[in-house]
């Protein structure tokens, strides 16, 4: 496994969980089945909604969000955190070899290159 397929993963659950929350605050007919308490995501919504809020607005940040958090927990695997004065997390394929540093940057770098961020 090439460290461009775990990007790609990271991408399309990114991509997936923008549309998924986007949509439960923006358009009152998504089921929110899979929510733990629906009565915030409607509260969001008629206030969404009444103050004119563009859905694509909202699934932007939902999308800054989500990015910063996996750079966030990739910069940690890569050793640039405190927890890295504990010890260090590697990522390995199956055959036992490590995916790369600087899994942030890379990730970072993937975006960019598969139109995801400008």
Known sequence: MHESDFFEDIAVSMDSWVKAAGDALTKPETDLVWVEE??????????????????DDVKKVFAECLRGFAVSILTSIDGGT????????????????????SLHDGFVGYLLESGRLR
Do not use: F, I, S, T
């Open 82 to 101: 405190a927890l890295a004065e504990k010890g260090r997390v590697h990522l390995v394929d199956e055959d036992g070899n490590n995916l790369g540093e």
């Open 38 to 55: 629906q009565e915030p995501y409607q509260n969001l919504q008629r206030a969404l909604a009444a103050a004119g809020v563009d859905g």
